[in-house]
């Protein structure tokens, strides 16, 4: 069994009233799975079992609302997939391209900047690409 570190989008959607913004979170949760495939399946399952409205009691801005999911955005291998995660271990990992040093220092003091994410998980896991390790693509079985 190896651990996988799966990235999943959920949002709030209105169930009654016309939305221009959307809540999103993502949500990144610890696999142990026997293959990519299977963690990918896992957390797909675990995405759809976060879905729903808490038997009709939830409400966003005072208005009954849903959580939805919208998929597994990325799926990584933790750094040591074969152990179980423990103290310091790296579990996941997001890559960014910023145009200056003052914009890095803003983005690890929590302010805001202008970022260009460049993901390795582009291509759907249904198509049979994925993330394995810290950087390394290759195709699934």
């Known amino acids: 069994m190896s651990w996988f570190a ?15 913004r959307f809540p999103v979170w993502e949500n990144i949760v610890l696999i ?4 990519e495939k299977q963690a990918f399946q896992k ?3 675990r995405g759809r079992l976060d879905e729903g409205d808490d038997d009709g009691t939830l409400t966003w801005g005072g208005h009954p609302a849903t959580w939805v999911f919208a998929g597994v955005r990325k799926l990584t291998s933790c ?3 074969q152990s179980p995660p423990g103290d310091r271990t790296e579990i ?3 890559e960014f391209e910023l145009d200056s040093v003052e914009s890095v220092r803003k983005l690890a003091e929590g ?3 202008k970022m260009q994410s460049h993901e390795r998980f582009a291509d759907s896991p249904r198509s049979k690409t994925g993330v394995t390790g810290n950087h390394r693509r290759r195709k699934l079985a």
């Open 6 to 20: 799966a990235h999943l989008i959920m949002s709030i959607r209105l169930k009654a009233k016309q939305q221009r």
């Open 32 to 35: 142990e799975a026997d293959s």
């Open 43 to 45: 957390a797909e399952r």
């Open 79 to 81: 750094e040591d997939s």
């Open 92 to 94: 996941s990992f997001l």
């Open 111 to 113: 302010q805001q900047v």
